[in-house]
């Protein structure tokens, strides 16, 4: 069984950084894709920045292209979303997700594991 755990959520300023991390845990296909999500008070879950394992190519949201970068440490089994500039929209819950297939997506029914998510509040 897949376990994800994001960490490193919490309070920051509008113009500010934040890492988030996500330890995954369990068998999972090597040609997996782990990806970022968020959902925002009142909001659906979007997709944000996704990464494929095995190569490290990566794919982002038009709203995180230039501010977010998403990372994997193959070594720790850990994927990690650089936030910088950021907004008071990018206020969310920010979830961790993981596919078991080697073609990106930015649909949350494709993934078949979450973590609980972890808090980002943006204040002004």
């Known amino acids: 069984q897949v376990q994800l755990v994001e960490s490193g959520g919490g309070l920051v300023q509008a113009g500010g950084s934040l890492t988030l991390s996500c330890a995954a845990s369990?068998?999972?296909?090597?040609?997996?894709?782990l990806a970022w999500f968020r959902q925002g008070p009142g909001k659906e879950r979007e997709f944000v920045a996704a990464i494929r394992w095995s190569t490290g190519v990566t794919y982002y949201a038009d709203s995180a292209t230039g501010r977010f970068t998403i990372s994997r440490d193959n070594s720790k089994n850990t994927v990690t979303l650089q936030m910088s500039s950021l907004k008071l929209e990018d206020t969310a819950v920010y979830y961790c997700a993981l596919r078991n297939a080697p073609t990106m997506s930015r649909m949350r029914p494709e993934y078949d594991h979450w973590g609980q998510g972890t808090q980002v509040t943006v204040s002004s």
């Open positions: 369990g068998r999972a296909s090597n040609t997996k894709i």
